[in-house]
C-alpha cells in the first residue's frame, strides 16, 4: 500500500515538474472510489495534460485559460481534446458538465491518456531543449601578428623621460587589457552559470521519469484493481473477442451474399422464398448463439442478434442493407433469460416487416400492372403479358 | 528641501513674523491652489490634523495630501505675555499652535540665522546702547549669519513709497532691541501684527512689511523650485569667509508695502541696479565705498542664468571686490515670482561698510557706560532727603564710590547671571569685529602680494 | 550587451541625467527616412542603446527602464526629474532607484564628503548593485555631477570612491560640470579643486565641461536668445551621446568592435597620470536650421581637427594662426599636443570621409606609439538629426587652460584662508586643502609637457 502511495507521489511529482498543477496523491486515491471532492482537480488535470499535448507546453496562458473558462467550456474542452485522441468512453463523455462528478471516470481517462498520448515521453523531449537565450559571442578572428608590432612601439628615439612616460602608458595598458578580460570573464561565468540552472533543472525532471518509468508497473497494477477482474479473464475477454470478430466475418460474408442474391433475383423472389431464407438465417443464429452459450456459461458476455433490417428501397430500385454491428460488449451482468425474450422479438419484428414487405409487394404488382396495361392501351399493336407470379 | 523653525522673538520680533507668515500664507496660497500640502508648504508649515486632542502632525508622504490645517514652524518667544496673546486673539491665531508659545529660550540652533532690528540714533530707550552690544557678542559668537537692519533705513524706503499713498505715517519712530539674556526694557507703539485692511494700517506694519518681505525673499527658493536653487545654508556657506564676519547687508528691488503692489513693474535690469542704490537698503550704510567681501543675488520669477551674468558684468566695474573674491558672486534663480510681480531681485552682500554702524554702536554704548556717577547720586541723594524730609540745600553730604559708577549698570547686575564683566567682555568683542572688518578695508586699495603657487619639481 | 550604469549626483547631475536619457531616447526615435539606413540596422541599432542604456523588456509593454541611481539631499530636482521622464511617455525612471535626504549640502564639499557622503553610502551602494545586477555585464560607470556645488561634487567624489571600492574593475568615466568663472557659488573654486582631486584618484577618465564654452555655443552657434541652464544641459547630453551612442570602431584594420565604455578608456586613458578629456562635437545647430544645412565631410573635418589643434571649443571662432609647428629646444610646441583621440563618424557617406589629418604623428606627443594615438569609428546610421556628424574625444593639453585659472584663484582664497572655516567645521582639515592643490599642480605639470 505504501508503495502504491510512492509511486503516486511521484507520479505527481513528474507532473508537477513538468508545469502542472499540484496534486495529491490522495486525490487518486479518492478519485478511485469516485469521490466527489477530487473531481475539481482531476478535471484540471485533464484540461493542462490536454492544452500540453496540443501546444507542447503549460504555461501561465494555460493557468488564465482555466482560470477564465467557465466550467462547463472546461469540459467541454476537455472531453473533445480527449475524443480527438481517440478516448470514446460513453461514462466518461456522458459526465456532467457542471464538474460535479464522475471522479472515477476521470481517473480512468487520465489513464488512458498518460498511456496513449505518450506523455512521459512528450516530457522528455522537452528537457532536452537547448539554452534559448542568444548568447552573444565575442570572436577574435586570427589576427596577423605584425598588426600588434605596430600598435605599441614607439615611432621614434625617445629620451629617458619620454620613455619612462612611454612605458607608463604600456603598462596602462596592460592593464586595462586585464580589467576588460576580468569583465567578459565574469560574463561567461554569468551565462555559464545561466546555463548550468538551466542544465540543473532539466536533469531534476529526467531523473524523475527515470524513477518513473521503473516504478510504473505498481501504479498500472493498482489501476487495475478498479474492476476486479479474475486473472485470466484478459485471456478470456481476447479470444471472446476473436471469436467475435470470425463470427462477423462470417456473417459479413453472407450478408454480401444474400445481397447479391436479392440483387439479381428481386423480381424474381416470392414471400414464401423470403420466409424460407429468414427462417434458415434464424436458424443459423439460434444454432451460433446455444454455441456461444455453451462455451462460455460463466462469462458475463452477452450479445445481441444481428439486427437486420431492410430499408425500403425507393423507386429506381436501388437497396441497402445495412447491418449494424452487436452493440459493444459490457461487462456488466445480465440474466441469461434476457437471450431467449430477444430471440422472439426479434422473430416478431420480423414477421411484421415480412407482412409488411409483402402488402407492398402486392401494392406494386398491381401498380406496375395498371400501368403496364395502360401502356399497352396507348400503343397499337402491344398487348401485355402477365407476370406468372401474379 | 530643508525644513526651517523660525524663532519669533520679542515684541518686534513677533510682530515682523506675524507680518513674515501672513505674506507667506498669501504666497503660498496663490501657487497652490489647490490646496495640497505639498513640499515648498512644509518646509516652513506642518499640516496638523487638529482633530485630536493632541494635535498630530501629518507629514508630506506622497505630497497629495490636503492641507487640513497649516501651523507655522515657528518658535514665539516673549517674556511678556502681551504681545503674544494678542497675536492668538487675532486672525493668525489659528496659524500658531498653543504649543509653540515659549517663554523661555533655550538656543541650541544648527544654523542661526538672525534678522535684528538695530536702534536708530535718536532713541527714547536710554539703555538701548546696552541692550544692543550685549546682544551683539552674543551674535557675533553663536549665531551663524545676522542681517541688521535698521529702522531709519525703514523709515525712510517707507517713505519713498509713502508718496503715493496717503495713509502712510511719517515720523513715528520705532524702535526695538533683540532680547537677549537681558529683559527687554524697549517700548513699542501699539498695535497688533495679523490680517490688517488698508484702513488699519499703522505706519510700523509698512515697515515690518518689507522686513518681511525680505524674509519671503530669502527663503523661496528653499521653498519654491528653480534652476539654481538656494537655502540658508548655501547662504551662510558662500557669504561668510570668516566666522565672525557674519553680518550681511540686504538690500531688495522692487519695495514693497502693504498695499503697493500695484507699483508698476520694472525692467529687468533696472531692477538690479536699483538694487545696488542706497536707497534700497535696508540699513544706513555705504557698501560702493567700502569692500566687497561676497555679494548673493536671489533671483525670482521669470528670470535666467545668462539675464543675471549680464547684470553681473554690468556692476561688476563700480564695485570694489576683495583680491582673493574677485568673482565672489553667488546666484539664487526660483522660478516663482512673488505676489503681484513678475520677478524680484534680493541682494545680500557681505560688505565692510558695517563696521561703520558697529562703530557708532560701539560709541553710544561708551558714551553711557563712562557717564560718571553724579547723576546717579544725585538722585540717590534726592530719595533720602525727600525721605527725611530735608531739603536739598542744606546737605552738604559727600559720597566716595570706589572706580567710576556706570550708569544704570545696576538694573542689569541685579538679574541673575549677569556681571559687569559681562559688559567689557562685550565691548571687546564688538571692538574686535569692527576692527577685523576695518582690517580687510584697509586692503581694498593696496591687496598684499599673493602667495606663490606650490611648484613641481620636474 | 555591455550595459552602462549612470550615477546621477546632486542638482546638475540629475538635470543632466534627465536630458541624458531623453536625448538618446530622441535619437533611437527618429523618423525612419532620416536615420538613412535600412530599417533593418536601425532596429540593430536602436536595440544596442535599449540594451546599454535601459532595462527592456521585449516581451511586455512596459517603457524601458533608464539603468540610473539617482542621489541628492534634497528631494525637490529628483522628483522633477522623473516627473519629466514620465511626461515624454517614452522612458522611465526606475522605481526606488532614488536615494535622497532633507537636508541640502550647502554648497559645502565637506559637507558632502565627509558628513553627507558615509551616511549615505550604504544605501546608495545597494541601489548600484541592485542595477548592476540587472545587466548581464557592466560595461562601466557614467557618473554626472558638477564641481561647484556642494552634492554634486562632495557627494559625488564620496560616491565614486565607494563605486571604485566595491568594482574594483570597472571603468569609471566621471562627466564634471565647470561652472562659469563668474557667478554661480562663490566657494566653487575650492569646492572644485577638492572634486577634482579626489576624482583623480578614483575615476579612470573625467570629461569635462565648461558652462561658459557650453554658453558660447548656445549663444553663437544655435541662436539662442535667453539662454537657461535647460539649454546649456542639452548641449552636454548631446556633446555625450555623440561618443556614447554605438559605432563600430575600427581597431585593427579589418577589425571591428563596438564603442563600449572599456574600449573607449582602453584607448584614452591607459596612462595614470593624464585622465581629463575634453568633448568636441561638429556640427551645432539650433533644430530649425538642421533640415537646411548640408556639410561635406572635408569642411567637418578641417574644421573639428584645427579646434583640436588650437584647443577651440566650438567652430566659430577658430584661431586658424595656429598651426601645427615644430618643437622648440624645450620640447614644447605652440599648438596644443595630444596623447590620444578618438574620432567617430556618423551618418551619410561615412566610409568616404579621409580622416587622415588626424593621423599626423606631430599632433601628438612624441612618445605615444603610432597606433595608439587616433581611434576612429564609423557609424553610417545618422545622430540625431544631422546628416553628417563628427565627434572628437580628445586627452590634449589644452584641458589645462581652465584647470590652471581656477586653482590661481582657488589658491589665492586660500592663503587668506577665506571660507576655510566653513570647511574645517565638517571635519576637513587644512591639510586636506592642500593635498588637493599639490594633486591638482601635479596635473597640470604633466599635461604642460605634453
Same mark, same amino acid.
Given at each position: ?38 473531481? =475539481? ?12 499535448? $496540443? ?35 460513453? /461514462? ?68 629617458? #623621460? ?25 560574463? $561567461? ?39 476486479? @477482474? ?9 479470444? /471472446? ?16 451474399? !444474400? ?12 414471400? +414464401? ?42 423507386? +429506381? ?19 441469461? &433469460? ?10 416478431? +419484428? ?41 | ?22 505674506? /507667506? ?25 487638529? *482633530? ?135 517700548? @513699542? ?95 544706513? /550704510? ?86 560718571? %556717577? ?8 534726592? $530719595? ?20 567710576? %559708577? ?21 565691548? =571687546? ?30 | ?17 534627465? +536630458?541624458?536619457?531623453?536625448?538618446? @531616447? ?23 542603446? !535599449? ?15 533608464? *539603468? ?134 578614483? #575615476? ?75 568633448? $568636441? ?58 596623447? #590620444? ?68 584663484? #582657488? ?34 605639470? &604633466?599635461?604642460?609637457?605634453?
Amino acid at each position: 500500500m505504501a508503495q502504491v502511495k510512492e509511486t503516486i507521489e511521484l507520479l505527481t511529482k513528474v507532473l508537477n515538474r513538468n508545469g502542472t498543477s499540484k496534486i495529491k496523491a490522495e486525490i487518486f486515491r479518492l478519485a478511485k472510489f469516485n469521490d466527489e471532492d477530487a473531481t =475539481e482537480s482531476f478535471w484540471k488535470l485533464l484540461f493542462e495534460l490536454l492544452y500540453f499535448c $496540443k501546444y507542447g507546453v503549460i504555461d501561465e496562458v494555460t493557468i488564465k485559460a482555466y482560470s477564465e473558462l467557465s466550467r462547463e467550456e472546461l469540459a467541454v474542452y476537455v472531453k473533445r481534446e480527449m475524443q480527438a485522441l481517440g478516448f470514446t468512453s460513453y /461514462a466518461f463523455s456522458s459526465l456532467p458538465n457542471d464538474m460535479s462528478q464522475g471522479s472515477r471516470e476521470l481517473l480512468l481517462a487520465f489513464a488512458w491518456l498518460l498511456c496513449k498520448g505518450s506523455l512521459i515521453d512528450k516530457f522528455m523531449d522537452k528537457c532536452a531543449s537547448p539554452v534559448e537565450e542568444d548568447l552573444s559571442v565575442y570572436q577574435l578572428n586570427n589576427l596577423d601578428d605584425s598588426n600588434f608590432n605596430n600598435h605599441l612601439t614607439a615611432n621614434k628615439p625617445l629620451n629617458p #623621460a619620454q620613455k619612462v612616460q612611454h612605458l607608463q602608458y604600456l603598462n596602462g595598458k596592460l592593464r586595462s587589457s586585464l580589467r576588460r578580460l576580468y569583465a567578459l570573464q565574469q560574463q $561567461k561565468n554569468k551565462l555559464q552559470h545561466k546555463i548550468l540552472k538551466l542544465l540543473e533543472k532539466d536533469n531534476d525532471r529526467l531523473q524523475c521519469m527515470l524513477t518513473w518509468k521503473k516504478q510504473e508497473d505498481v501504479f498500472w497494477k493498482w489501476m487495475m484493481t478498479f474492476y476486479n @477482474i479474475p486473472p485470466d479473464s484478459i485471456r478470456l475477454m481476447n479470444s /471472446a473477442r476473436k471469436q467475435l470478430e470470425e463470427a462477423i466475418m462470417k456473417y459479413e460474408s453472407v450478408i454480401v451474399q !444474400l445481397e447479391e442474391i436479392w440483387e439479381s433475383q428481386r423480381d424474381g423472389i416470392s414471400t +414464401q422464398e423470403l420466409d424460407y431464407l429468414l427462417a434458415s438465417i434464424n436458424m443459423e443464429i439460434s444454432l451460433q448463439q446455444a454455441n456461444l452459450a455453451l462455451d462460455d456459461t460463466e462469462t458475463m458476455l452477452n450479445h445481441r442478434d444481428p439486427h437486420l433490417s431492410y430499408i425500403k428501397a425507393n423507386k +429506381q430500385g436501388k437497396k441497402l442493407t445495412n447491418l449494424t454491428e452487436p452493440s459493444r460488449y459490457s461487462f456488466e451482468s445480465k440474466e441469461q &433469460n434476457d437471450y431467449g425474450v430477444d430471440v422472439r422479438t426479434e422473430i416478431s +419484428q420480423l414477421e411484421i416487416q415480412l407482412q409488411r414487405l409483402e402488402n407492398e409487394l402486392f401494392k406494386k404488382q398491381s401498380n406496375y400492372k395498371t400501368e403496364l396495361d395502360n401502356m399497352a392501351s396507348n400503343i397499337p399493336d402491344v398487348i401485355c403479358i402477365q407476370p406468372m407470379s401474379c | 528641501m530643508t525644513q526651517s523653525v523660525v524663532v519669533q522673538v520679542g515684541q518686534c520680533g513677533n510682530q515682523i513674523g506675524c507680518r513674515f507668515w501672513d505674506l /507667506a500664507l498669501r504666497e503660498h496660497a496663490t501657487v497652490n491652489k489647490s490646496g495640497i500640502y505639498d513640499e515648498p508648504l512644509s518646509s516652513f508649515f506642518r499640516n496638523v490634523d487638529s *482633530r485630536y486632542d493632541d494635535p498630530a502632525d501629518i507629514p508630506v508622504g506622497s505630497g497629495k495630501g490636503k492641507v487640513r490645517s497649516l501651523k507655522a514652524r515657528a518658535v514665539l518667544v516673549d517674556m511678556e505675555e502681551g504681545v503674544v496673546s494678542d497675536i492668538m486673539k487675532g486672525p493668525l491665531k489659528d496659524v500658531f499652535d498653543f504649543r509653540q508659545l515659549i517663554t523661555d529660550v533655550s538656543g541650541s540652533g544648527n544654523n542661526w540665522f538672525v534678522t535684528a532690528v538695530y536702534p536708530s540714533a535718536e532713541d527714547d530707550v536710554i539703555t538701548s546702547p546696552y541692550n544692543s552690544v550685549l546682544a551683539m557678542r552674543e551674535l557675533t559668537e553663536k549665531a551663524d549669519c545676522v542681517l541688521p537692519i535698521e529702522n531709519q533705513a525703514l523709515v525712510d524706503i517707507v517713505n519713498k513709497i509713502g508718496q503715493a499713498v496717503p495713509s502712510a505715517r511719517t515720523g513715528k519712530r520705532v524702535y526695538s532691541s533683540v532680547g537677549g539674556n537681558v529683559k527687554t526694557g524697549s517700548e @513699542i507703539t501699539a498695535g497688533d501684527g495679523g490680517l490688517t485692511k488698508p484702513s488699519d494700517e499703522k505706519p510700523f506694519d509698512s515697515m515690518n512689511n518689507i522686513v518681511a518681505n525680505l524674509l519671503l525673499n530669502m527663503t523661496s527658493s528653499a521653498r519654491f523650485e528653480g534652476s539654481l536653487n538656494v537655502d540658508l545654508n548655501e547662504i551662510t556657506m558662500n557669504l561668510v569667509p570668516f566666522p565672525k564676519l557674519h553680518y550681511l547687508v540686504s538690500s531688495q528691488s522692487p519695495l514693497y508695502s502693504l498695499t503697493d503692489v500695484n507699483l508698476p513693474p520694472r525692467r529687468l535690469d533696472q531692477m538690479f541696479s536699483d538694487s545696488f542704490s542706497k536707497d534700497h537698503q535696508l540699513i544706513k /550704510a555705504d557698501p560702493k565705498h567700502s569692500l566687497y567681501l561676497a555679494c548673493a543675488l536671489m533671483v525670482r520669477g521669470n528670470v535666467e542664468i545668462s539675464d543675471v551674468r549680464r547684470n553681473i558684468e554690468k556692476l561688476k566695474p563700480n564695485l570694489k571686490f576683495i583680491h582673493w573674491n574677485q568673482e565672489g558672486w553667488k546666484t539664487g534663480l526660483c522660478s516663482v515670482p512673488p505676489v503681484g510681480q513678475p520677478y524680484s531681485l534680493l541682494t545680500l552682500a557681505n560688505n565692510t561698510c558695517v563696521h561703520n554702524t558697529f562703530t557708532d554702536l560701539k560709541d553710544r554704548f561708551v558714551k553711557l557706560y563712562k557717564r560718571k %556717577a553724579s547723576t546717579c547720586i544725585t538722585r540717590e541723594t534726592d $530719595k533720602v532727603l525727600s525721605l527725611y524730609k530735608l531739603p536739598r540745600r542744606d546737605l552738604k553730604l559727600t559720597f566716595t564710590i570706589p572706580g567710576p %559708577a556706570q550708569a544704570h549698570i545696576h538694573h542689569y547686575t541685579d538679574i541673575d547671571g549677569m556681571e559687569v564683566s559681562n559688559f567689557t567682555e562685550s565691548l =571687546e568683542s564688538l571692538n574686535s569685529l569692527i576692527q577685523e572688518y576695518s582690517d580687510l578695508e584697509k586692503q581694498m586699495n593696496n591687496p598684499p602680494p599673493a602667495e606663490p603657487r606650490l611648484q613641481v619639481l620636474s | 550587451m555591455m550595459s552602462v550604469i549612470t550615477i546621477q549626483v546632486g542638482q546638475c547631475g540629475n538635470q543632466i541625467g534627465g +536630458q541624458l536619457f531623453q536625448t538618446l @531616447i530622441d535619437d533611437v526615435n527618429i523618423k525612419q527616412s532620416q536615420t538613412l539606413v535600412s530599417p533593418f540596422k536601425n532596429e540593430e541599432y536602436k536595440e544596442e542603446v !535599449l540594451n546599454r542604456f535601459f532595462t527592456y523588456d521585449t516581451t511586455s509593454s512596459e517603457l524601458p527602464k533608464a *539603468r540610473a541611481v539617482m542621489v541628492d539631499m534634497e528631494p525637490k530636482v529628483i522628483a522633477q526629474t522623473c516627473a519629466n521622464a514620465q511626461k515624454s511617455g517614452k522612458w522611465l525612471y526606475p522605481e526606488k532607484q532614488q536615494f535622497c535626504q532633507q537636508k541640502g549640502s550647502g554648497n559645502n564639499w565637506a559637507h558632502g564628503y565627509c558628513v553627507h557622503g558615509p551616511v549615505a553610502q550604504e544605501n546608495v551602494m545597494e541601489l548600484v548593485q541592485r542595477e548592476a545586477e540587472k545587466c548581464d555585464n557592466v560595461s562601466g560607470f557614467l557618473s554626472l555631477l558638477s564641481l561647484a556645488g556642494g552634492t554634486g561634487s562632495g557627494v559625488g567624489a564620496f560616491i565614486s570612491k565607494c563605486v571604485r571600492d566595491e568594482f574594483p574593475h570597472a571603468f569609471i568615466l566621471n562627466q564634471v560640470v565647470w561652472p562659469y568663472h563668474t557667478g554661480e557659488v562663490i566657494v566653487q573654486n575650492y569646492n572644485a579643486v577638492l572634486t577634482l582631486s579626489h576624482l583623480y584618484r578614483t #575615476a579612470d577618465a573625467l570629461v569635462v565641461m565648461e558652462n561658459d564654452s557650453l554658453h558660447k555655443i548656445c549663444s553663437q552657434l544655435m541662436n539662442i536668445k535667453k539662454i537657461s541652464f535647460k539649454d546649456i544641459n542639452k548641449v552636454i547630453c548631446h556633446q555625450l551621446a555623440s561618443f556614447l551612442q554605438p559605432a563600430p570602431l575600427e581597431k585593427f584594420p579589418d577589425f571591428t568592435i563596438q564603442n563600449t565604455l572599456g574600449e573607449i578608456m582602453d584607448h584614452m586613458v591607459s596612462h595614470p597620470d593624464y585622465k581629463l578629456l575634453t568633448v $568636441k562635437n561638429i556640427p551645432h545647430m539650433s533644430e530649425k536650421s538642421i533640415e537646411f544645412s548640408t556639410f561635406q565631410w572635408h569642411g567637418l573635418l578641417k574644421h573639428l581637427r584645427q579646434m583640436l589643434i588650437a584647443g577651440a571649443s566650438m567652430e566659430e571662432g577658430i584661431d586658424w594662426q595656429i598651426q601645427v609647428g615644430t618643437e622648440t629646444p624645450r620640447g614644447s610646441t605652440s599648438h596644443y599636443r595630444s596623447l #590620444a583621440n578618438l574620432l567617430i563618424l556618423r551618418g551619410k557617406e561615412v566610409n568616404t570621409a579621409d580622416t587622415s589629418a588626424f593621423t599626423d604623428p606631430n599632433i601628438y606627443t612624441p612618445w605615444m606609439p603610432t597606433g595608439g594615438t587616433l581611434l576612429q569609428g564609423r557609424q553610417p546610421r545618422s545622430f540625431y538629426q544631422y546628416e553628417k556628424s563628427a565627434v572628437l574625444l580628445s586627452n590634449s593639453r589644452s584641458t589645462i587652460g581652465p584647470l590652471n585659472t581656477m586653482i590661481g584663484k #582657488a589658491w589665492n582664497m586660500f592663503s587668506s584662508r577665506a571660507y576655510v572655516h566653513q570647511y574645517t567645521k565638517h571635519g576637513l582639515a587644512e591639510e586636506d586643502f592642500v593635498d588637493s592643490f599639490v594633486t591638482l599642480e601635479q596635473v597640470i605639470s &604633466n599635461y604642460s609637457k605634453l
